[in-house]
Structure formats: C-alpha cells, structure tokens
T-cell receptor, first 109, second 111 residues
Framework: RKEVEQDPGPFNVPEGATVAFNCTYS??????FFWYRQDCRKEPKLLMS?????NEDGRFTAQLNRASQYISLLIRDSKLSDSATYLC??????????WGAGTKLIIKP | DAGVIQSPRHEVTEMGQEVTLRCKPI?????LFWYRQTMMRGLELLIY????????DSGMPEDRFSAKMPNASFSTLKIQPSEPRDSAVYFC?????????FGPGTRLLVL
C-alpha cells in the first residue's frame, strides 16, 4: 500500500466549475500536510499548507481530517490556468516529505 | 533570489557513460534534496542532506548513483555507468524549514 494515495485522474472540468480532490495517507503520526502544484514540464511548487483547522487562499480551500487520515483540496470558479497536476505531500519526520503520485486536472473552456 | 539552480537542463548520453548533475541551493537553506521523476514511478526521493551531511540515501537505486555536497552552495549527483532506465527528470530542492523549493530539473535521456 502506498503511503500517500491520490486519484491520478485526469479530472476534466469546465471552466468556472468547482472541483475537489482527496488524498489519503497511511501514517497516523504524520505531522504536516501540503498541496503542491506541478505544471507540465515544470518543477513542483508549493500551493498551500494544510492546517488542522482548514485554510483558504482565494479560490482554494484545503481541509485535513486526521481521524480518517485524508486531506482535501477544493478549487472554486476554476480557471484555465488551474490546469496542472496537484501533488499531495505529507511530512513524517525531520524535513523529509512523502509525495503522492499527483492528480491531473484539465480545465476546459 | 535566483532560486535553486540546476545544470545542465538537458542531457543526452549513451549507455555506460558517466553523468554528473549539478545543483546550487538557495542561500541560507540547510536542507538539500535530490529527486527523480518518471511517469511510471512519480516523484522519488533519492537522497537528502542537512548542513552538507547526507542524512538518508535509502532512495538511491544502486551503487551506480552517488551524491556529494562539498559545501553549502553546491551539490552533485553522479551516475556511473548510466543505463537507459536512468532516463528521467532529476530535481534538486532546498529548504530552510518545511517548504521545499525546487530547481527546474535536469532532463536526462540515456540511449
């Protein structure tokens, strides 16, 4: 079983729609959680950290459910520029990160 | 700040040749990570350093791979001899705390 699991997609979503991704992690002792974004043929970049109380950054909302060991990302009013692969990332100890395989999102005009 | 710098950006080589990938982390960052990304296996951590000291190299696939960090501003990942299955994008990332900042990657093709 993979330590961090994501639906690989692709999610094909019309522009303006709301889309949500989930990610599950296996280690209940995981300490920190993140969503990274990776554009085609580019490097991953931090999108947002995920806090226990949930957090919002503009059109993006991240939630953490420690009891069920999953993390979610919600994108509202999706834009063409949101098309990318979204990587779920978990920190278990020190500063080593465990990466999900990513969920590919395609926003259609 | 220039961000994490990697060179070369692209490398095409023949099986059996030595390949050296280079990375300059962001100044002040005390962690440096080497990753490999392929379609099949996703992003894999190969090795990481803290204050120039290798902490965990359990992700290094085999003895053909080696990494060094002689000082805080430079690291290398070497593959000798290279094989076609080493073809991938190799990323270097650095961090001060939790957020990792990635370089643009080196696209390696071994023929």
């Amino acid at each position: 079983r993979k330590e961090v699991e994501q639906d690989p997609g692709p999610f094909n979503v019309p522009e303006g729609a709301t889309v949500a991704f989930n990610c599950t992690y296996s280690n209940s002792a995981s300490q920190s959680f993140f969503w990274y974004r990776q554009d085609c043929r580019k490097e991953p970049k931090l999108l947002m950290s995920v806090y226990s109380s949930g957090n919002e950054d503009g059109r993006f909302t991240a939630q953490l459910n420690r009891a069920s060991q999953y993390i979610s990302l919600l994108i509202r009013d999706s834009k063409l520029s949101d098309s990318a692969t979204y990587l779920c990332v978990v920190r278990e100890g020190n500063y080593q990160l465990i990466w999900g395989a990513g969920t590919k999102l395609i926003i259609k005009p | 700040d220039a961000g994490v710098i990697q060179s070369p950006r692209h490398e095409v080589t023949e099986m059996g040749q030595e390949v050296t990938l280079r990375c300059k982390p962001i100044s002040g960052h005390d962690y440096l990570f080497w990753y490999r990304q392929t379609m099949m296996r996703g992003l894999e951590l190969l090795i990481y350093f803290n204050n120039n000291v290798p902490i965990d190299d359990s992700g290094m696939p085999e003895d053909r791979f080696s990494a060094k960090m002689p000082n805080a501003s430079f690291s290398t990942l070497k593959i000798q001899p290279s094989e076609p299955r080493d073809s991938a994008v190799y990323f270097c990332a650095s961090s001060y705390q939790e957020t990792q900042y990635f370089g643009p990657g080196t696209r390696l093709l071994v023929l």
